[in-house]
C-alpha cells in the first residue's frame, strides 16, 4: 500500500482565503441541505454514546496527518 501525502499552501494572499471561505460557507449550506437531518441524527446518536457511525457513513478513507 502506497501512502499519499497532500501538501497544502500554508500561506494565503487574504483574497484567496476569503475566496476559499466563502466555498466552504456555500458548500456547507448545499451539504446541510441535501444532508442535513442525517448529520443531525449521527451527532445525536454520537452524544448520546454510540461509537460506531451507521454503514452508510463509513468509508475506507483514512485522516491524513
Known amino acids: 500500500m ?3 501525502v497532500n501538501k497544502i499552501t ?3 494572499r ?3 482565503a476569503h475566496t476559499i471561505i466563502e466555498f466552504l460557507d456555500q458548500l456547507r449550506e448545499m451539504l446541510m441541505q441535501t444532508h ?3 448529520i443531525t441524527a449521527l451527532l445525536q446518536g454520537t452524544s448520546r454514546g454510540a461509537s460506531v457511525p451507521p454503514d452508510e ?3 475506507d478513507h483514512r485522516e491524513i496527518v
Open 57 to 59: 457513513w463509513r468509508d
Open 36 to 38: 442535513g437531518d442525517e
Open 14 to 16: 487574504p483574497e484567496d
Open 10 to 12: 500554508t500561506y494565503l
Open 2 to 4: 502506497t501512502m499519499r
